[in-house]
């Protein structure tokens, strides 16, 4: 057995990757997809991928995220005729001794879309506990002819007078850390990724909310009203704005929600968004 690190995967560590996740979806129905990328990682040196190979074959792969110094997340994947057999476990081992020193303080998470019995056979058998569930939900855009009270502004999050409001608004909606917020502040700045701010009826900021283009759906994140201007229907307005925002080449809309959100949950839930997957995270005290 040989099991080795990377920050960056070959293209023949990808194709390998990649015939091994099909191999899988083989015997269980996971839609679950692995991080290949050190993009986005709090330190791109560091090693986040681990190949665990048998005589040539890729037979585990371990891949964490790491955003931020004390958030990971972890997906796996063991080819279905090895598995109960320890390799996933060496591999993720090997993976705590090459990140030790970097992750002390880190909160790993492991994640699967709860359609891999094995998945939750191993989370059980390492006595990993579930945490909560993020919700993949989707609409098909309509355009309505509501009549709003907000209206929004286009915020640009390359400008530094922008930079600030995005910083300042998501941090009093989210009551997030600088750290948290300076990433979710990076995702702002995709050019794929327009930010909007929303302005009241009396004209003040009420609240934030972010489109983003993947493939031929619009996907909708950081939807958050102020403090002081919540329970007063400026969240589904917002929603309903971002709908009619859209393009017409764009037939559906996408988004993500925790369960733990269960304002925002039932909000999208009233708007007609429908979930159509689900990742579950459970927590691994290391």
């Keep these: 057995m040989q099991i080795k690190k990377t920050n960056q995967l070959t293209r023949k560590q990808i194709k390998e990757v990649m015939e091994l996740i099909a191999e899988c979806r083989t015997v269980e129905p996971t839609t679950i997809t692995p991080n290949m990328t050190n993009e986005g990682n709090f330190d791109e040196n560091l090693p986040c991928m681990f190949l665990c190979y048998e005589q040539g074959f890729l037979i585990s792969f371990v891949s964490i995220f790491m955003p931020s110094p004390y958030y990971g997340e972890v997906v796996g994947f063991t080819s279905p005729p090895a598995r109960q057999r320890g390799y996933f476990l060496k591999t993720w081992l090997e993976a705590l001794?090459?990140?030790?020193?970097?992750?002390?303080?880190?909160?790993?998470?492991?994640?699967?879309?709860?359609?891999?019995?094995?998945?939750?056979?191993?989370?059980?058998?390492?006595?990993?506990?579930?945490?909560?569930?993020?919700?993949?939900?989707?609409?098909?855009?309509?355009?309505?002819?509501?009549?709003?009270?907000?209206?929004?502004?286009?915020?640009?999050?390359?400008?530094?007078?922008?930079?600030?409001?995005?910083?300042?608004?998501?941090?009093?909606?989210?009551?997030?850390g600088r750290s948290e917020t300076l990433t979710f502040l990076e995702s702002c700045k995709n050019e794929a990724t327009t930010n909007y701010l929303a302005i009241g009826p009396e004209g003040r900021p009420v609240g934030l909310f972010h489109l983003t283009l993947d493939g031929d759906r619009v996907f909708l994140f950081g939807v958050g009203v102020l403090p002081e201007y919540q329970n007063q229907g400026y969240g589904k307005q917002m929603v309903k704005m971002a709908m009619n925002l859209c393009e017409d080449q764009y037939l559906n809309m996408g988004l993500q929600v925790s369960s733990l959100n269960e304002e925002a949950v039932r909000l999208y839930n009233s708007c007609g968004f429908q979930v159509v997957n689900r990742l579950d995270y459970y927590y691994d005290e290391i």
């Design 97 to 176: 001794k090459v990140l030790g020193p970097h992750i002390e303080e880190m909160e790993i998470m492991f994640v699967t879309d709860g359609n891999s019995p094995s998945a939750l056979a191993t989370f059980e058998k390492l006595e990993m506990q579930y945490q909560y569930s993020e919700f993949v939900m989707a609409k098909p855009i309509e355009h309505c002819n509501d009549e709003l009270t907000i209206t929004v502004k286009e915020l640009d999050a390359n400008n530094v007078k922008d930079q600030n409001a995005i910083f300042m608004l998501h941090t009093n909606i989210f009551a997030d």
